[in-house]
């Protein structure tokens, strides 16, 4: 597909939550064999509205990519672990609409991600992929990422095994320099203007 539109990517807002359930839906919804999803119960509505309230309290990039007016595609990032330890370590998760597979909405809505989370001053970013998702395993490593792990055969779906890529991107300085200890990361430009 060929975009002759621009693509805005932003932070997400309220309005866009319909539209990213229904991606997520798209692409989770189809099966882990007779399970029916990842999740034991689809989210609705709410429960993503409710995400998005907790992400923005904690300052964390939820964007979207806006091609005139249709969400086509969204990611963010939440703590990779609760303990202290890791406070400077994010994972994040990218979906991109069906509609706008191949038409460059993940080369564009994950280096800003990327960027919103370094800006914040987190030092690492984690994900985890399907092993026969070949396009993001190629996008995540033309980000910067690099596998650094692989479960074999955790999840099951479409009627095989498959196995969970673990990546990893460092974010600006990554482990060369110590963190600023005496402020926590904060990620800027992670909420939209005028929401509470």
């Known amino acids: 597909m060929v975009l002759n539109g621009d693509v805005v990517i932003r932070p997400s807002s309220d309005a866009d939550v319909t539209a990213m359930l229904a991606i997520y839906e798209h692409h989770i919804g189809r099966g882990v064999g007779d399970l029916g999803g990842y999740e034991a119960e689809a989210p609705n509505v709410d429960d993503l509205k409710r995400r998005r309230k907790s992400m923005r309290k904690k300052r964390l990039p939820h964007l979207v990519a806006d ?14 672990r609760k303990r202290p330890a890791y406070r400077y370590t994010l994972k994040h998760s990218i979906y991109v609409h069906h509609s706008f597979l191949n038409a460059g909405i993940g080369r564009r809505l994950l280096p800003a991600l990327i960027e919103a989370c370094a800006a914040g001053g987190y030092r690492q970013l984690i ?53 600023n200890v005496r402020s926590e990361p904060r990620v800027v430009g992670g909420e939209a203007e005028g929401e509470s």
Not at 169 to 177: E, K
Request: proline share 4%; glycine share 14%; net charge negative.
């Open 127 to 179: 994900g985890y992929i399907d092993g026969a998702n070949e396009a993001s395993l190629r996008l995540h490593e033309s980000c910067g990422f690099r596998e650094v792990g692989r479960l074999p055969s955790v999840g099951y779906k479409f009627g095989h095994w498959s196995d969970s890529i673990m990546v990893q991107c460092a974010l600006g300085d990554g482990d060369t320099t110590q963190p």
């Open 67 to 80: 091609f005139e007016g249709i969400v086509a595609g969204y990611a963010y990032a939440v703590p990779f």
